[in-house]
């Protein structure tokens, strides 16, 4: 029987399907269209098996011009992005409270008390950090006309909606899509980091700004009904950071001057944005009745709350205004700026206070709570930048001062000779970079980062990020560089544990570091770290890389607990399993219990970013999710693993990551097989993120970036990183089990389910048919039985998980996840047999060969599957 959502959700995409066909018809004729459904068709009867129509899209794309290729893979990339916002509308309409619903049915059955419920509500801490560097595929231009295109689905789906605002709605429906389909859909150059962090601006004034007070609203307002218990005035539980502009790992067009103008561009943003909600402010509350305070404050005016807010609207204009002809290169004085929250919200709290003293609540808590909240949450930063850096450009700085001090080079140092010197400078009173020293550019580059840091207000920053933290000194020597750099604030410094050994090593560092007094000092009872995802499941596989993830953190909180210190745990996940990825809800419930005390870290990327928080409605959403997921884990924490289960998986890990390893690392024929059966040589030309594919420009697989590594296997169906050797190691140590632990463990620890609820949605997107296509065509004789190897592990691994949860087919569990990827299905098959095609044509080209056809439609095939897989990296 076919359900609601999978009929109404269909209907849409259909709909918008048959409009694109008539934009496509308009501009290239009948037999276009024609063709175009033709392969449509043949797309989904190849989806379901049919080896015939199979052969018929080989046999069309191998008879078109490449032109025409790039025409057809236009065509079906639309489609898909089409069905992707049909669905975000559609889930955003449906399912825009069912968040907070659940949680509080949850919290109804356990009887809780509302001092409980308050306690938890108290501790809700969400640290939202937006990432760019991922692989998103869609320009700025198309991803505001799907905004507007969603917007309308909203409108035609009402059902009040009269006939001659159906017609209008639906006539501007095919503008939209007319616009987008006459758009390149593809950059010709890649973003610079300054465009991404507009482009993370953009997403804060067109959905978050809008959805973080409403998203409050309603948790306090169903807190009061249920609970008796408010949102405190002064609680921020949602705020957001940014990487874009701060991330110079490996990215050598983030420098200190484009950090600056990141952090100006923000303030500017703030300012626009805070001086409209001021302006409306002014103009609403026109009343005459104040408090005694608010009198002492601006006299005898007749329009108090006007008096108090006018001057703020013309200093927030003049801000605006005033960065702009700053950035303009214009002489400025920049004393008048709003420079501080404060400024903004001790007025706010003073209307706030007088108006609910003269009666006045219901409109205290309207408009002006919006924007108390939103100042709480934004701020007049906007954002809180963080700043990555990789440990080895710091330790450069110091070898560099050293050898020219005399004190001999700080890289060739013992450990402990490092840590004495480190704090001996961090306590001493002189400068340690003599005013004459001529720093090399790299060194420089990196103090005058840190002088960026000491310029702005503490209050525009998040953490400082150290990339391939091992040691103590590599956090200290940060510290040092920021104290030297005239930095007089403790900003928090967070190492990042990625790979195995860095995660595993992760609590004796710390441990080092806690039982250093001075340290101590600095960090004043707060510690955050940050843990790598997406390199530790490229250097060990999916199941040794989480369960080490697991342990680490896990050991790190009993340490918190030991040394007295509130640890914030930062979790680097991307959006595919890969890279850490998982459903929110589970991802949270599958931590360990106290991970949560010090709050809830985590970044959110490029393509997530607009499936999360694009629209208003499925901010709240999402926030919504976030929200319950981590009030119920506090509330009702997962259980801690028992001894039987931890030699269990602990087991399967060390057999995952030998199963992984033997293939990536061991075996010779994985790489030559690698570069020929997926398009990862052709991603390096396509203009996705500003930083470099790779980190080391000349080498090779273990150089190469995890977000590329994750979204050249995605491409051709075989997902290979987020399961190879995991149901293997599992099958391998359930075989020597007890069958009544290994049961116990599925039934009652939410990490190890996780696990595989993580694998049942990989597998369902993994179609080793396609796969097998790739290899038919472009892989060689002498490699061809690797990836046939590799398909018969990926079946049997479906097989194997099928068999452990009792599930008679994929994705059982979540039919609407399942008819989701259905759905997109009919569309992406094309678009692979596209890229076969292509692939073959540019490779028996050559290198010297130039052919923009060729290579446009490359990147349209890429970013086409990409967007119907929905996650790239």
């Known amino acids: 029987m076919q359900s609601h959502y999978d009929s109404e959700l269909k209907d849409t995409v259909r709909y918008l399907g048959t409009v694109l066909g008539e934009t ?34 080989k046999e069309t794309f191998r008879d078109l011009s490449d032109k025409d290729l790039l025409t057809v893979g236009r065509a079906f990339a639309q489609f898909l992005n089409l069905g ?3 669905e975000q509308e559609f889930n955003s309409a449906m399912n825009v409270d069912a968040s907070m619903d659940a949680l509080f049915e949850h919290l109804d059955k356990a009887q809780l008390s509302a001092e409980n419920v308050h306690k938890a509500v108290s501790k809700l801490n969400i640290d939202l950090v937006l990432t760019a560097h991922p692989t998103e595929v869609t320009r700025r231009t198309l991803i505001h006309k799907h905004k507007e295109l969603a917007s309308c689905l909203q409108s035609i789906h009402q059902e009040s909606l009269g006939e001659h605002e159906r017609q209008r709605v639906e006539t501007r429906i095919a503008d939209l899509i007319s616009q987008a389909w006459h758009t390149e859909e593809i950059r010709s150059e890649r973003p610079t980091p300054v465009d991404e962090a507009r482009w993370g601006f953009s997403v804060i004034e067109n959905s978050l700004w809008e959805a973080v007070p409403e998203f409050l609203r309603e948790l306090d307002e169903r807190l009061q009904k249920d609970y008796d218990v408010n949102l405190p005035l002064d609680s921020a539980p949602v705020r957001f950071g940014s990487w874009m502009g701060g991330d110079r790992d490996g990215n050598p067009f983030v420098t200190a001057k484009l950090t600056e103008q990141v952090l100006y561009l923000a303030r500017k943003r703030a300012a626009k944005l805070f001086a409209q909600d001021f302006d409306r402010l002014q103009v609403e509350l026109s009343m005459f009745d104040c408090s005694d305070e608010m009198r002492d404050v601006v006299g005898d005016s007749n329009e108090p709350y006007r008096a108090l807010l006018r001057p703020l609207v013309r200093q927030l204009t003049a801000t605006r205004d005033g960065i702009n002809d700053f950035l303009a290169g214009k002489n400025v004085d920049q004393s008048q700026w709003i420079s501080d929250n404060d400024e903004l919200l001790d007025p706010l709290l003073l209307c706030y206070d007088s108006l609910c003293k003269c009666g006045m609540k219901v409109t205290a808590d309207g408009l002006l709570l919006d924007t108390i909240r939103r100042i709480r949450c934004f701020g007049v930063h906007l954002l809180r930048l963080d700043v990555r850096q990789d440990s080895e450009r710091h330790a450069d700085v110091l070898s560099e001062i050293t050898r020219y001090l005399g004190l001999g080079d700080y890289a060739q140092w013992s450990e402990d000779d490092k840590q004495a010197f480190l704090l001996r400078e961090l306590s001493s009173k002189r400068p340690l970079f003599p005013a004459q020293w001529n720093a090399s550019d790299d060194v420089k580059e990196v103090l005058d980062t840190c002088k960026v840091i000491a310029k702005h207000s503490k209050n525009g920053f998040g953490i400082y990020i150290i990339s391939m933290a091992s040691e103590p000194s590599d956090v200290m020597a940060v510290q040092l560089l920021l104290q030297e750099s005239g930095v007089d604030w403790p900003m928090p410094v967070a190492p990042l544990f990625e790979t195995l050994d860095d995660l595993n090593n992760s609590p004796d560092v710390m441990r080092k570091l806690l039982s250093i007094d001075w340290y101590r000092g600095y960090v004043k009872g707060r510690q955050f770290i940050m843990i790598g995802y997406s390199d530790s499941a490229k250097d060990a596989g999916a199941l040794a890389a989480g369960w080490a993830q697991y342990e680490s953190q896990e050991a790190l909180v009993k340490l918190a607990e030991e040394f007295d210190v509130q640890l914030t745990l930062f979790h680097g996940r991307g959006g595919t399993i890969g890279r850490g990825g998982l459903p929110a809800h589970a991802a949270i419930h599958s931590q ?20 999360k928080f694009g629209m208003p409605r499925l901010a709240k959403r999402s926030l919504g999710i976030y929200a319950s997921a981590i009030i119920e884990a506090m509330l009702f924490p997962p259980p801690e693993p028992k001894p039987e289960w931890r030699e269990l998986i602990t087991k399967m890990a060390a057999k995952g990551r030998d199963n992984y390893r033997g293939t990536v690392r061991q075996d010779e024929d994985f790489v030559p097989y690698f570069r020929v059966a997926t398009p990862e040589q052709e991603l390096g030309k396509l203009p996705l993120g500003s930083r470099p594919s790779k980190r080391k420009p000349q080498g090779g697989i273990e150089s190469l970036r995890a977000i590329p590594w994750i979204f050249a296997w995605a491409q051709t169906r075989l997902v290979l990183p987020s399961w190879l050797g995991v149901m293997r190691a599992i099958d391998e140590v359930k075989a020597e089990s007890d069958e009544k632990v290994v049961a116990e463990m599925f039934s009652e620890w939410p990490f190890y389910r996780s696990r595989l609820s993580m694998l049942d949605m990989v597998f369902h997107k993994a179609d080793p048919r396609i796969s097998a296509a790739y290899d038919e065509r472009l892989v060689p004789q002498e490699l061809a039985h690797f990836g046939k190897a590799l398909r018969e592990e990926l079946s049997q691994s479906i097989d194997s998980l099928l068999k452990l949860t009792g599930q008679p087919d994929i994705m059982y569990q979540d039919p609407e996840g399942k008819e989701s990827m259905n759905i997109r299905a009919a569309y992406l098959q094309p678009l692979h047999y596209l890229q076969i095609e292509l692939l073959d044509r540019i490779r028996k080209a050559g290198d010297d060969a130039h052919n923009t056809s060729l290579e446009q439609a490359m990147m349209v095939t890429i970013a086409g599957i990409a967007i119907g897989m929905r996650n790239t990296g």
């Open 24 to 57: 496509i018809k308009s501009e290239l004729g009948q037999e276009w269209l024609d063709r175009i459904e033709q392969i449509r068709l043949d797309g989904r009867a190849s989806y379901q098996g049919e080896s015939s129509s199979s052969e018929n899209l």
């Open 84 to 86: 992707n916002i049909a």
């Open 592 to 611: 360990p219990p106290g991970s949560l005390e010090g709050g809830f870290r985590v970044t959110e990327q490029g393509e997530t970013i607009r499936y």
